[in-house]
């Protein structure tokens, strides 16, 4: 069995280390000349990061206890969920050796320029053949190309910044429509914090300065896309799609590596049928049409709307439950309008929360 997988990002190295764990050795075929990350804020829930067979502590910039949502009005939440902060370009030169170093290769200046059903065309010229294809070359995905498969796509801009982190032990998202459609972020590494949003630099310049942080170092900015469809169609006969390549990233909190870790598993189990691979994630929470509706409700939803979502959950006893219902928002008159929107973003919100952001 010949496995190939395009794209040494984390899709393609986590289930290549995974399938080396199997007794499988897969090669990896990467079209940049080094490995690197791609434009991410590198937060990844502790829960998910653990179940990647590697030791991947040294590569932890930062771990916080949790997120805070922080709702345009002011109103505060907090999500206790353990996080961390990756430096994820040393992450991935680290799991790229523990996959070489159990007999995998990782083959860089690699790039794949065209799919056919059995073989692969090279950059340099070259065919190569395999049995079994793994796509995981990102949001613009070779295999998905050849298959006909369409996303739709949002922007995301970031800078990362020179800060003292030490007095910050959790990820921010500011949920404010002044700056996003969707949300704006802080993530705390070790004396530099990732700063971003759904949107262009512009906004995300606004909301430096409206967070005090515009005369903050920039280290280096970064802007990239991710794809906002919902999970769709992953396999055709030998050849699976994995990570951005296949719409992962969850829709409403646009994580990403979560239900990476999460699906290279349940692929690495069916890699000798594909099928069930499919079948297995298309019933799993990661793939919920749920989640696309809440993202689309989100979009929707105005700022005072945000603004009274935020003070009715600060409201809220902690331990009593945090589900909308008609008595609890009884007194936001707004807000009971939306009863089965909010109910709908509070059942992907906890799936969001269980599967990363
Ligand atoms: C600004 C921003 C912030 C984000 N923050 C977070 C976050 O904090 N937490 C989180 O979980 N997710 C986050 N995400 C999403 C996350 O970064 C992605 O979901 C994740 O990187 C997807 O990994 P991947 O391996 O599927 O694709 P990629 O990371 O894009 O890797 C694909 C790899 O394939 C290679 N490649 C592409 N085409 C070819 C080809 N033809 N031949 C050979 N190689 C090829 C690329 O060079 C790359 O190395 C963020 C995204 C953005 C844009």
Same mark, same amino acid.
């Given at each position: 069995?010949?496995?190939?997988?395009?794209?040494?990002?984390?899709?393609g190295?986590?289930?290549?280390?995974n399938?080396?764990?199997?007794g499988?050795?897969p090669?990896?075929?990467?079209?940049?000349?080094?490995?690197k990350?791609?434009?991410?804020a590198?937060?990844?829930?502790l829960?998910?990061?653990?179940?990647?067979?590697?030791?991947?502590?040294?590569?932890?910039a930062?771990?916080?206890?949790?997120?805070?949502?922080?709702?345009?009005g002011?109103?505060?939440?907090?999500?206790?969920?353990?996080?961390a902060?990756?430096?994820?370009?040393r992450?991935?030169?680290?799991?790229?050796?523990?996959?070489?170093?159990?007999?995998?290769?990782?083959?860089?200046?690699?790039?794949?320029?065209a799919?056919?059903k059995?073989?692969?065309?090279?950059?340099?010229?070259?065919?190569?053949?395999?049995?079994?294809?793994i796509?995981?070359?990102?949001?613009?995905?070779?295999a998905?190309?050849?298959?006909?498969?369409?996303?739709?796509?949002?922007?995301?801009?970031?800078?990362r910044?020179?800060?003292?982190?030490?007095?910050?032990?959790?990820?921010?998202?500011?949920?404010?429509?002044k700056?996003?459609?969707?949300y704006?972020?802080?993530?705390?590494?070790?004396?530099?914090?990732?700063?971003?949003?759904?949107?262009?630099?512009?906004?995300?310049?606004?909301?430096?300065?409206y967070?005090g942080?515009?005369?903050?170092?920039?280290?280096?900015?970064?802007?990239?896309?991710?794809?906002?469809?919902?999970?769709?169609?992953?396999?055709?006969?030998?050849?699976?799609?994995?990570?951005?390549?296949?719409?992962?990233?969850n829709?409403?909190?646009?994580?990403?590596?979560?239900?990476?870790?999460? &699906?290279?598993? #349940? !692929?690495v *189990?069916?890699?000798? %049928? /594909?099928?069930?691979?499919q079948?297995?994630?298309?019933? $799993?929470?990661? &793939?919920?049409? #749920? !989640?696309? *509706?809440?993202?689309? %409700? /989100?979009?929707?939803l105005?700022?005072?709307?945000?603004? $009274?979502?935020?003070?009715?959950?600060?409201?809220?006893?902690?331990?009593?439950?945090?589900?909308?219902?008609?008595?609890?928002?009884?007194?936001?008159?707004?807000?009971?309008?939306?009863?089965?929107?909010?109910?709908?973003?509070?059942?992907?919100?906890?799936?969001?929360?269980?599967?990363?952001?």
């Amino acid at each position: 069995m010949k496995v190939v997988i395009v794209g040494a990002g984390p899709a393609g190295l986590i289930t290549a280390l995974n399938l080396t764990k199997k007794g499988i050795k897969p090669l990896v075929l990467e079209k940049n000349r080094e490995l690197k990350s791609t434009a991410c804020a590198e937060g990844c829930s502790l829960i998910w990061l653990n179940k990647v067979p590697f030791d991947s502590k040294p590569y932890i910039a930062k771990k916080v206890s949790g997120a805070k949502i922080i709702f345009s009005g002011g109103a505060v939440d907090h999500i206790p969920r353990a996080c961390a902060v990756l430096d994820r370009t040393r992450w991935l030169n680290g799991i790229a050796r523990e996959v070489e170093l159990n007999g995998g290769e990782v083959r860089l200046n690699s790039a794949v320029v065209a799919v056919d059903k059995d073989h692969l065309r090279l950059k340099n010229g070259n065919h190569l053949a395999y049995t079994t294809l793994i796509d995981a070359s990102g949001p613009n995905s070779i295999a998905a190309k050849y298959l006909g498969i369409k996303y739709q796509y949002i922007t995301a801009s970031q800078y990362r910044l020179a800060a003292n982190t030490s007095n910050m032990n959790e990820l921010e998202f500011y949920l404010d429509k002044k700056f996003s459609y969707g949300y704006a972020w802080i993530f705390p590494k070790n004396g530099v914090i990732n700063v971003g949003l759904g949107g262009d630099f512009a906004l995300l310049d606004d909301f430096l300065r409206y967070r005090g942080l515009d005369s903050y170092p920039i280290i280096d900015r970064g802007v990239g896309i991710i794809p906002a469809s919902g999970i769709q169609q992953l396999v055709e006969a030998n050849i699976a799609l994995i990570g951005d390549a296949a719409s992962m990233p969850n829709p409403l909190s646009m994580g990403g590596l979560a239900p990476i870790i999460c &699906a290279s598993r #349940i !692929l690495v *189990e069916n890699i000798n %049928n /594909l099928a069930n691979y499919q079948r297995e994630i298309k019933r $799993h929470p990661i &793939a919920n049409p #749920i !989640l696309l *509706e809440a993202a689309r %409700n /989100l979009v929707k939803l105005t700022e005072p709307d945000i603004a $009274h979502i935020g003070r009715f959950l600060s409201e809220i006893k902690p331990g009593t439950g945090r589900s909308p219902s008609l008595n609890r928002i009884a007194k936001y008159p707004r807000l009971v309008l939306k009863l089965n929107q909010l109910k709908t973003l509070y059942q992907a919100g906890r799936i969001a929360v269980d599967y990363g952001w």
